[in-house]
């Protein structure tokens, strides 16, 4: 076993807050970002399931004979969670052998003249191919909205991913980067599609003080402990504890319950962000160094492949995606790291159709691909924190799980 550490690194990085960033400002979140992603201004949402839900409500209106959203089989729960609050019907398509990117054969499959929406999806900050989801979409008359939640920053061909399909959504929660604990952000390039979205956020998620007095204490929060040693106590006790429980669903934090709560984001958490924001390309450069650092090792890992981008594309670092040559493979180097403390974990534990509680919101769907994804993947936290001695122990494990 690793020697027991004193101090914990996260799974993902996170952008660091600073206790001036909680000082009472200007809302400049919007603002800050189109400028930074060359977008036209996003509305603000308070989730990146909100903003989907948003999105979903606004076009469906246009479209209501179309109930069906495509999403990859591997994903975060929380989408078909969001896509059944709406009142429209999921519909997990499985993804390419070793990836979590939409498999062309299966999306067409799962493409009718039902389909209101098609979901690409970039996963840790890796870009998804939004070029055949538009086609896959333009076949059946259907939209393409583009799940960014875990890549905001990230470039398609120069172009921040988000604005490729007809819209997309971007998530400031809590370990996705840029966060105002819970946050979200719509993009499009239309300006009627715009207006249309910035009412139905109005219509639909009004103002709450109680979420948002909880929202913000919480921030305080993140900015106390998001730091090697809180990140113990917030991350890696209760991570812990829920593996000993034998709760992996739990200690991934992929345990979502209906209704998700769709209120206002309100003024000082958006200064808070807008504050954090002017960080934010600083931060993505040094993640991205630090990246393009540790990949050739990673690489040279044997039986060990590392997902990365298309040529031209510049994606984010907020963690590496890694699949092992299988999952006895795969469970034999957790079972050394999960706990190790070294911001080693699992993205999503299952594919869709395998988490029990999303049964009866999520059909059943053979979803060979996604189901080997799950089983065969694992992440390792890109945080400003990861040293050179903790990669070296990572690559230890997983050069003697590979083989
Ligand atoms: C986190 C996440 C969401 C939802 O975003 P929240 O802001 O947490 O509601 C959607 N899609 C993906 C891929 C995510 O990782």
């Keep these: 076993m690793l020697p027991r550490r004193r101090h914990e690194l996260p799974p993902t990085a996170g952008l660091p807050a600073h206790w001036r960033d909680l000082l009472p400002g200007r809302t400049t979140l919007a603002p800050a970002i189109a400028d930074q992603l060359d977008v036209p201004l996003p509305v603000v949402t308070c989730s990146g399931s909100a903003a989907l839900m948003i999105a979903l409500a606004t076009l469906h209106q246009r479209q209501p004979l179309r109930r069906r959203v495509v999403i990859p089989a591997y994903t975060c729960p929380l989408v078909p969670l969001a896509i059944h609050q709406a009142g429209l019907e999921p519909v997990p398509c499985d993804v390419r052998r070793g990836h979590f990117d939409l498999d062309p054969h299966a999306l067409r499959a799962a493409c009718d003249e039902r389909t209101l929406a098609i979901v690409p999806t970039h996963l840790g900050g890796r870009i998804a191919d939004v070029d055949d989801a538009l086609a896959a979409a333009n076949n059946v008359g259907a939209v393409v909205i583009e799940d960014a939640a875990q890549a905001l920053g990230a470039r398609r061909r120069g172009e921040s991913v988000g604005c490729a399909g007809d819209l997309g959504f971007f998530s400031l929660a809590v370990g996705k980067g840029l966060t105002t604990y819970e946050g979200g952000l719509l993009v499009t390039r ?103 650092r540790y990949l050739p090792l990673l690489r040279a890992i044997p039986g060990v492949s590392v997902l990365e981008d298309a040529e031209g594309d510049t994606g984010t670092w907020p963690f590496f995606t890694l699949l092992l040559p299988g999952p006895q493979a795969r469970n034999r180097a957790l079972d050394e790291l999960w706990t190790a403390g070294l911001g080693v974990s699992r993205l999503f534990i299952h594919a869709l159709p395998d988490y029990p509680y999303l049964a009866g919101i999520v059909p059943q769907a053979d979803t060979p691909n996604a189901r080997d994804f799950a089983a065969r993947s694992l992440t390792i936290g890109n945080s400003p924190w990861l040293a050179d001695a903790d990669m070296k122990a990572i690559m230890q494990v997983l050069e003697k799980a590979g083989v």
């Design 190 to 292: 239309s300006e009627d599609l715009r207006q249309r979205l910035a009412r139905t956020a109005a219509q639909l998620a009004p103002f709450n003080a109680g979420w948002e007095l909880r929202r913000g204490l919480e921030l305080v929060g993140y900015t106390a402990l998001y730091r090697p040693h809180g990140l113990r106590l917030a991350y890696g006790n209760p991570l812990r504890r829920a593996l000993r429980a034998g709760d992996p669903v739990r200690a991934v934090g992929d345990d979502f319950a209906l209704p998700l709560p769709l209120h206002t984001l309100g003024h000082w958490r958006q200064s808070v962000g807008g504050h954090a924001a002017s960080r934010l390309p600083a931060f993505l450069t040094d993640c991205t160094a630090r990246a393009h």
